[in-house]
């Protein structure tokens, strides 16, 4: 195999896109997307009351979240802190022009991921839904948002079995 010539200096591929000024040009960076107003009610701090209903036993309880904008407001990045089983999820959620859809995407500090999409508000629902690899096995989730107030909004969460959707868990985030 025989080495390749090294470009001549007016060969050189770049990155830039040359202006009819001769002036180099980067891509421009887009404002952020007018869609990331739909996220504005998951901004701030809450207390969570849960019930999760995927498990055996009917369970209880409360955790924490807060939601905040991440790289200058094109995304917001949802932690959440369940005492128990003892878990720190996190959710980055943002608009995507190409895809005109919200894209979603998740991890905890147990290992789990996933990713999501959402086509945004829809009569009165903001649903997101996606495959996430949790507890040894990957599942297809649809997470269901609708406003009670300014300070208070709730999530029904699904889990799909065999294109059945079977209620998973109900969580209402009062703003603290």
Known sequence: ?????????????????????GAVV??????VAEE??????????FRIEYTNLSTETVTTGTATCATRPVAD?????????IPVPGIVATWLLGWSDIDRS??????DDWGHHGTFTSPGWVDGHFRIAGDCAVF??????????????DDHFVKH????????????????????
């Open 1 to 21: 195999m025989s080495a390749q010539p090294i470009p001549s200096s007016d060969e050189v591929v770049r990155d830039s896109v040359p202006a009819d000024s």
């Open 26 to 31: 980067f891509p421009g960076r887009n404002e």
């Open 36 to 45: 990331m107003r739909q996220l504005g009610f998951l901004l701030g701090e």
């Open 73 to 81: 407001g094109r995304f917001y990045e949802l932690t959440q802190h």
């Open 102 to 107: 919200f894209a979603c995407f998740y991890y």
């Open 136 to 149: 040894g096995a990957h599942h297809r989730f649809v997470d269901d948002f609708t406003l009670v107030d």
């Open 157 to 176: 969460g699904y889990i799909d079995v065999d294109g059945n959707l079977l209620p998973g868990d109900v969580l209402h985030f009062y703003r603290i």
